[in-house]
């Protein structure tokens, strides 16, 4: 798509990008797994996406729904990371690489790195917040990250965030504040057999959350899960973008796909514009968040 103008003094940005969705089934096998990614990207770039973004975890079955797994985690550089470096380079788009599990020293991390079009690395982050509960031991085998980090690229500036992030308007906020324009949140959740949701519906307060992220940063999100049925767990899918103001302007379904999905980045000037949900904050008044 590549529709780009000046924004501020001696900065390009596009009026609108497309940004394109990998929604994965996962299987056994990692390599079958980073080719269908990486099929995938090929596909979205050809539908003429300008940032395309895999799901959490994207080359492995979760394996966190149990304490004992054997699974290796692999360093970054890498085998996956390179592909998604030569990936990016190759068809000329961002590539919101999912996560990969990474081994740093005798630290584990869930990690999301993006690449720029040229195929650098233009930022890395690592998973902060881990749960903890049944099916979903994470603790297990992540470390948490110890900050964020936002990405420039030629489409924009590109926050990234994963899974139970979600979760939290504070992680949102912050990289709003560091200068995100659209927040990714790379993704695996679903229904586990045998666990009722009291609480009430999972999967619709699961969007409505990340909504209210989008709303409250005047930011553009796009969540991408993963599906299928991996033991007892069946994720279910349902990747979205929505806009600025929270207008839900893709949803997908319960199966594998690419998605792309056309987005204006110049809404959330308008949005904070008329809000001034960010100008009217105060700042002084929240000192008991960080306690």
């Known amino acids: 798509m590549n529709s780009s103008r000046t924004r501020g003094v001696g900065t390009l940005a596009p009026l609108k990008a497309r940004i394109g969705i990998v929604q994965m089934k996962m299987w056994e096998d990692p390599a079958a797994n980073l080719r269908t990614a990486l099929a995938g990207v090929a596909e979205a770039a050809g539908r003429g996406a300008d940032i395309v973004s895999l799901p959490e975890l994207f080359t492995l079955r979760y394996f966190p729904t149990t304490r004992n797994s054997r699974q290796s985690p692999e360093p970054i550089p890498g085998r996956t990371s390179r592909a998604l470096s030569e990936c990016a380079l190759k068809h000329g788009v961002v590539v919101v690489g999912g996560s990969i599990y990474e081994r740093a020293g005798r630290s584990r991390y869930n990690t999301c790195m993006v690449f720029g079009r040229d195929g650098r690395v233009l930022s890395k982050y690592r998973k902060v917040h881990i749960p903890q509960d049944e099916h979903y031991y994470e603790q297990d085998y992540f470390s948490p990250g110890r900050g964020y980090v936002v990405a420039r690229t030629e489409m924009g500036a590109i926050g990234t965030l994963i899974c139970f992030d979600q979760w939290y308007p504070e992680a949102a906020r912050v990289e709003r504040l560091m200068g995100a324009e659209m927040l990714f949140y790379p993704t695996a959740i679903g229904w586990v057999r045998g666990i009722q949701p009291v609480e009430g519906d999972w999967k619709g307060a699961w969007e409505a959350v990340q909504v209210g992220h989008a709303i409250a940063n005047s930011a553009i999100v796009c969540t ?44 959330g000037e308008k949005v904070e514009e008329g809000w001034g949900f960010l100008r009217n904050r105060k700042p002084s008044s929240y000192s008991q968040i960080s306690r």
Do not use: H, I, Y
């Open 224 to 267: 991408v899960n993963r599906v299928g049925t991996e033991g007892a767990t069946t994720f279910w899918g349902g990747s979205f973008v929505c806009d600025q103001f929270g207008k839900v302007l893709f949803r997908a379904g319960d199966e594998p796909g690419v998605f792309t999905v056309d987005v204006d980045l110049d809404l």
